[in-house]
T-cell receptor, first 114, second 116 residues
Framework: AQSVTQPDIHITVSEGASLELRCNYSYGATPYLFWYVQSPGQGLQLLLKYFSGDTLVQGIKGFEAEFKRSQSSFNLRKPSVHWSDAAEYFCAVGPRGGSYIPTFGRGTSLIVHP | EAGVAQSPRYKIIEKRQSVAFWCNPISGHATLYWYQQILGQGPKLLIQFQNNGVVDDSQLPKDRFSAERLKGVDSTLKIQPAKLEDSAVYLC??????????????FGNGTRLTVT
């Protein structure tokens, strides 16, 4: 069964600092990979996705993520964090073929200090 | 385009009562999902529809939960009777690809259910 691991429950950074949120997955073949962001009281919004090709993908709001097949990882990065980035971040995987049921990690809560 | 609409936004009920949630997906989206998000956890799939047919409901507690998607558009999720552990945010999502393969999900703002 596929699984998604986000090892960090909380991450605290200072405004202007760089950010990396970790995501590892377990699946037989490379799945579709996604990062979503959830602000309080809101639904999830897609930040970026990886389907194939270039392993460094760019997303909205200045985020990027790098797919590393050897490490089964898809870490999210941002060079300079803004206070408005404080939110919950979810990594998700979707299988290639068969019943398409995206599976989500438990999320990482980002706290931004001024 | 209009997003995924969900109602109500909040609901408080007592245990053993019943409750229903409504979802209107993005126009033209064939695939619809209901997820349960318990506080501090990621969303967990309850049921997936393709048009008005069920694709997967293996994680739906069928003794108390039911869902339907009549005419392949709107969907309702019902809980009867509710238990304390059903307190969660219920998220509806839709995607455009038939079968959803590789398609990002578009989420509504969710319904926060509190069972007392």
């Amino acid at each position: 069964a596929q699984s998604v691991t986000q090892p960090d429950i909380h991450i605290t950074v200072s405004e202007g600092a760089s950010l990396e949120l970790r995501c590892n997955y377990s699946y037989g073949a490379t799945p579709y990979l996604f990062w979503y962001v959830q602000s309080p009281g809101q639904g999830l919004q897609l930040l970026l996705k990886y389907f194939s090709g270039d392993t460094l993908v760019q997303g909205i709001k200045g985020f990027e993520a790098e797919f590393k097949r050897s490490q089964s990882s898809f870490n999210l990065r941002k060079p300079s964090v803004h206070w408005s980035d404080a939110a919950e971040y979810f990594c998700a995987v979707g299988p290639r073929g068969g019943s398409y049921i995206p599976t989500f990690g438990r999320g990482t809560s980002l706290i931004v200090h001024p | 385009e209009a997003g995924v609409a969900q109602s109500p936004r909040y609901k408080i009920i007592e245990k053993r009562q019943s409750v229903a949630f409504w979802c209107n997906p993005i126009s033209g989206h064939a695939t619809l999902y209901w997820y349960q998000q318990i506080l501090g956890q990621g969303p967990k799939l309850l049921i997936q529809f393709q048009n008005n047919g069920v694709v997967d409901d293996s994680q739906l507690p069928k003794d108390r939960f039911s869902a339907e998607r009549l005419k392949g558009v709107d969907s309702t999720l019902k809980i009867q009777p509710a238990k304390l552990e059903d307190s969660a945010v219920y998220l509806c999502a839709s995607s455009s690809n038939p079968g959803g393969q590789g398609s990002p999900l578009h989420f509504g703002n969710g319904t926060r259910l509190t069972v007392t």
